[in-house]
């Protein structure tokens, strides 16, 4: 069947595309303003996603559904793909796929009512009310425990054998008596009600009327229902604070953000009602991030979900939200307040923790490189070099290289530079030298200088920082850098960046950005002082050598590249100094003699 041709003959109006496979199965199902447009995009020459070639690959026969508005075409698509659950459609894993548990209000009959009912579920397969989920089981179950307790709700099951006392719950005051018919249906439908409130974060409303009824039960001095009002405003105290208030304000909205790497892509979202978390949810795509992926996903979700909240704030606008907004009633837009941004960058690194775990990258180093490069205010850094320069008053000059990917020190990737004598003391020329060496070698195709760094440190401040600027334009590269300013103790306080107008930006706003910015300046200074010792006392042994008649400078060179050591020179043979240019063997003797003696 030509597809292409079959697809070129839709009318141009709104509508929904169904694909079939050979077997006829439906594999696919999306919705088009112009149906004609975006079907036979399908069927053209032309890039598409690794997912969208593997779709047009299994696509058999495709049939359309004409509708009279793009809203009625996004309904009937979510009526469709709720009904098929076609293989290629994006798949929300709310279930055991993602591992967190939800909390199931139902009713169950119970005598002659039919009363509340909590338990834990990993999927939304049955009838009543979830909420969640909740990040851990055993929270799920103690929230449960909770709300048993300040309901008196019945835990003995409806089969469970009793006395004429009631169940021992009963007895013990812990149930309301469900059992024996001690509760009218009128009540248990409140309970049922106010539970809802509680689990929708809206908590503070059922506290003000048991409070109410709690004194009213005092004044009449019925002091059992006081006593016992009184259990219940406690209980809803503490499932207040175990739902964890994130904000002052009164919020009720949904935070969707999302993080991505080379093959997949999460979304996260942070669930708010009243200033309360009242649950998480997070999925995980084997693909990259898209307009269109985050447009299924609020599509998916949104579909399956009765309670909406009073706003959905997601990172930016998209040429859809005013389509989703028609069916949901312009509750999706950006945030303006700082408060909701907040929120939403919470959103935003828990994708991005999420997505390390699923990838099996959990060290600390990836998320510290997400950090420092949020603190720092550059995307996609991954390959960090910072340099030290160490000498004393211009002797032994050295500049040290130290090499940090995804938050790890790659140690083979060091690199020392020797850098010659200049006029002056001054470190901004030294730096210039051994970055501009660095590049330089690069560009030339070394491989032992390759890769290029993401991103360039220089364990200084605003001199140091323009002369490698000035080396990375002389090799016609295009290098971000920032400097490490010190406080009096030596120790990194702030970043200092290229840009003269943006102010220096204190570490310790960040413990975990400080503490790695740290440890970077700690290891170029070792690496770097340390070959500048090994220089020093190479040059103090080789002084040693030029004592003695007969040994210049060149000669002591010529020794130390042959024999690496004053000791090792003393301990070879005249033979073997013999084979080192210049040395004759009443020479060797002598070099020998001058070594024992000096021992």
Not at 26 to 47: D, H, M, P, Q, W
Not at 166 to 189: P, Y
Not at 259 to 275: D, K, P, S, W, Y
Not at 548 to 555: A, F
Request: proline share 3%; net charge neutral; charged share 30%.
């Amino acid at each position: 069947m030509d597809l292409l041709k079959k697809a070129l003959e839709l009318p141009e109006k709104p509508g929904v595309y169904i694909m079939h496979n050979a077997e006829g199965r439906i594999i696919y199902v999306g919705k088009a303003k112009i149906l004609r447009n975006r079907v036979t995009s399908y069927f053209r020459n032309g890039e598409h996603t690794p997912k969208t070639e593997k779709l047009v690959s299994e696509v058999a026969d495709f049939d359309v559904i004409i509708c009279e508005s793009e809203l009625d075409a996004l309904l009937t698509e979510c009526s469709l793909i709720r009904h098929h659950a076609p293989f290629y459609n994006i798949k929300l894993k709310q279930g055991k796929g993602s591992g967190y548990p939800y909390i199931r209000l139902y009713k169950e009959k119970i005598g002659d009512i039919y009363a509340p009912m909590l338990e834990t579920s990993f999927q939304k397969t049955s009838e009543g009310k979830y909420f969640g989920p909740f990040i851990s089981r055993f929270n799920a179950k103690n929230l449960i425990t909770l709300l048993s307790d300040a309901f008196k709700l019945p835990r003995c099951g409806k089969n469970s054998a009793r006395t004429g006392k009631g169940c021992i719950e009963r007895q013990m005051s812990k149930c309301a008596g469900w059992c024996m018919g001690e509760v009218t249906q009128e009540e248990s439908d409140r309970v049922y009600e106010n539970i809802i409130s509680v689990m929708s974060g809206d908590a503070d409303e059922l506290y003000r009327k048991t409070k109410e009824e709690m004194e009213e039960a005092s004044q009449k001095l019925e002091f059992e229902k006081a006593a016992e009002l009184r259990d219940v405003l406690r209980s809803v105290s503490v499932i207040t604070e175990k739902q964890r208030p994130m904000v002052s304000q009164k919020r009720n909205a949904d935070y969707i953000a999302w993080g991505e790497t080379e093959g997949h892509c999460a979304v996260f979202m942070l669930r708010i009602r009243n200033g309360y978390v009242i649950g998480e949810n997070c999925n995980i795509f084997s693909e990259k991030m898209s307009s269109d992926l985050l447009r299924e996903y609020v599509e998916r979700f949104y579909t399956e979900e009765t309670l909406l909240p009073t706003r959905i704030y997601l990172e930016e606008k998209h040429d859809w939200m005013p389509l989703i907004n028609e069916w949901l009633g312009g509750i999706v837009t950006t945030p303006s307040f700082d408060s909701d941004k907040t929120l939403l960058s919470v959103s935003k690194k828990n994708a991005e923790e999420r997505l390390l775990q699923y990838e099996g990258r959990t060290k600390k180093g990836q998320r510290i490189q997400r950090l420092f490069n949020r603190f720092v205010g550059f995307d996609n850094v991954h390959r960090i070099e910072i340099y030290d320069i160490s000498h004393i008053a211009g002797e032994e000059t050295v500049c040290g290289m130290v090499v940090s990917v995804d938050g790890n020190f790659e140690k083979k990737s060091y690199r020392r530079l020797k850098i010659g004598k200049m006029e002056g003391y001054d470190d901004t020329a030294y730096m210039y030298e051994a970055i501009c060496r660095r590049l330089a070698r690069f560009c030339n195709g070394d491989e032992k200088f390759a890769p290029a760094p993401d991103l360039i440190v220089c364990d200084g401040g605003r001199g140091q920082i323009n002369a490698a600027l000035r080396a990375v334009s002389d090799n016609g590269l295009s290098i971000p850098v920032i400097g490490f300013k010190k406080d009096s103790k030596h120790r990194t306080k702030a970043v200092s960046f290229a840009d003269p107008f943006v102010p220096d930006k204190l570490l310790s706003s960040e413990p975990e950005v400080f503490a790695f910015c740290g440890r970077l300046q700690e290891e170029v200074h070792r690496y770097a002082i340390e070959y500048h010792r090994n220089l020093r006392d190479r040059l103090t042994q080789q002084t040693r050598l030029t004592q003695i008649d007969g040994i210049g400078k060149k000669r002591a060179k010529d020794l130390f590249l042959k024999f690496k050591s004053v000791e090792k020179i003393a301990e070879a043979d005249i033979e073997e100094l013999c084979t080192v240019k210049g040395i004759s063997p009443a020479l060797a003797e002598r070099i020998k003699a001058e070594l024992s003696t000096a021992d």
